[in-house]
């Protein structure tokens, strides 16, 4: 519970002419007295204003005078993002440190201060886990793994596997695993989905880049590279060595093959398919179809289908 001129603070917004106290954020249709809501349009600015809430926060495009005054509003840039420094500050860190009695901890391991290792986690030999991370139920950190501070890992995750990747003998057709001996770094900041695996390097090492999002049942192949805040949804496959630069936002279900590279600020709609070798360039540019192509063009080629 805090005061709303503690809200304003955090914000780095001026204060208002109140003294209520905030308990929570909330939706405008849920909203009581020590809520905080949002508005990023008009709709939204006029059900807010109708609403109990104690504090209103709305993007300034909406400061023009067509709204009344009300002495609950908190004017900022961008109210969503707002919303939800709003609800982490109050939320605080959301789990309390320690390792979990049932937890498996390998030797020379070494975890970081204000760090949660959940019921069933696996920490294998050599694992690094720095500050105020928090592992989920069950997930499994292979030999050698890295994380950063601040990483959230859910439920089920497997971090540091090995990769898929495999010689073929020309003369019997017989497949033998290559060496997966590499290492897996994430870096601080990073947040995995339930279920998600991400596999260690072959020889060299698979990283993922400093406050990048994945969500649930993501798989990361053998010597991947993903960039700094890069977002992927669930469902998506990238496959070994490939790029994700600084961010690219990844639909569901996107599909990615080996070597290739997914350009700075590049958008891949979902069920978006990238031939192997095959680099997407063009940041804010938003690739579809598969395999993907410019939007433009992925809508043009629909448009001459439906007229056959």
């Not at 500050?89 to 440190?97: I, M, P």
């Amino acid at each position: 519970m805090v005061k709303i001129g503690k809200v304003a603070d955090w914000l780095g917004v001026s204060a208002p002419l109140l003294d209520e106290e905030i308990t929570e954020v909330a939706s405008i249709e849920n909203a009581g007295p020590g809520s905080v809501v949002f508005a990023v349009d008009k709709e939204a600015m006029t059900r807010a204003l109708r609403s109990r809430a104690a504090a209103i926060l709305a993007n300034t495009s909406l400061e023009d005078g067509e709204f009344p005054l009300d002495p609950r509003v908190l004017w900022v840039a961008d109210a969503r993002y707002a919303f939800a420094v709003v609800g982490q500050r109050l939320r605080g860190r959301g789990f309390k440190a320690g390792i979990h009695s049932s937890a498996v901890v390998g030797e020379n391991i070494r975890i970081g201060q204000g760090t949660r290792i959940g019921p069933g986690v696996v920490l294998e030999d050599g694992v690094v886990v720095g500050s105020d991370c928090n592992l989920m139920a069950r997930v499994v950190v292979h030999a050698q793994t890295v994380l950063g501070n601040r990483v959230v890992v859910q439920a089920g995750a497997v971090l540091g596997s090995t990769g898929f990747g495999y010689a073929r003998s020309k003369e019997t057709g017989e497949y033998l695993i290559f060496p997966q001996q590499g290492r897996l770094v994430v870096e601080d900041d990073v947040e995995i989905g339930a279920n998600t695996t991400i596999d260690r390097g072959a020889l060299g090492e698979t990283r993922i880049g400093r406050g990048t999002k994945i969500d649930n049942l993501v798989h990361i192949g053998h010597n991947c590279v993903i960039g700094k805040n890069v977002v992927i949804a669930a469902q998506t496959g990238i496959s070994g060595s490939s790029v994700v630069e600084d961010g690219a936002i990844l639909g569901g279900q996107v599909g990615i093959g080996e070597h290739a590279t997914v350009g700075a600020g590049v958008i891949l709609g979902g069920g978006a398919g990238v031939l192997s070798g095959k680099k997407m360039r063009g940041p804010g540019e938003v690739f579809w179809g598969r395999p993907a192509r410019p939007l433009k063009e992925y809508l043009r080629d629909l448009a001459r289908l439906k007229q056959r």
